[in-house]
């Protein structure tokens, strides 16, 4: 059954800003300083925290509960993959 919110947030421009966010750094990390780099990665973590894990699991539960599909576990998977991301970015920073 299709879902129209499930599929705004797999294919949204919040998922791809966070890659972004994440890429940046990463080359930033191989071709610069790391003063650059860690700006990327506090951008990408505050992102995280301001925004995505605010919501991102509750929609996930609620995408689960509609009915299992494609979008369902796409969202399931990108709300592991956020939480698991925005660990080790509080880790890397202690």
């Known amino acids: 059954m299709f879902q129209p919110g499930i599929r705004h947030v797999a294919r949204g421009p919040l998922l791809e800003k966070l890659f972004v966010l994440g890429n940046k750094g990463e080359c930033t990390a191989s071709k610069f300083q790391s003063k650059k780099a860690n700006k990327w990665r506090k951008l ?22 509609r009915g299992e599909g494609l979008y369902s576990y796409l969202t399931n998977i990108s709300a592991k993959w956020i939480a698991l991301d925005l660990e080790y970015l509080m880790a890397e920073n202690q």
Not at 46 to 55: G, M, R
Not at 58 to 65: F, G, I, P, Q
């Open 44 to 65: 990408q973590k505050d992102f995280l925290v301001e925004h995505l894990s605010k919501w991102i699991a509750d929609y996930a539960l609620l995408s689960k509960e």
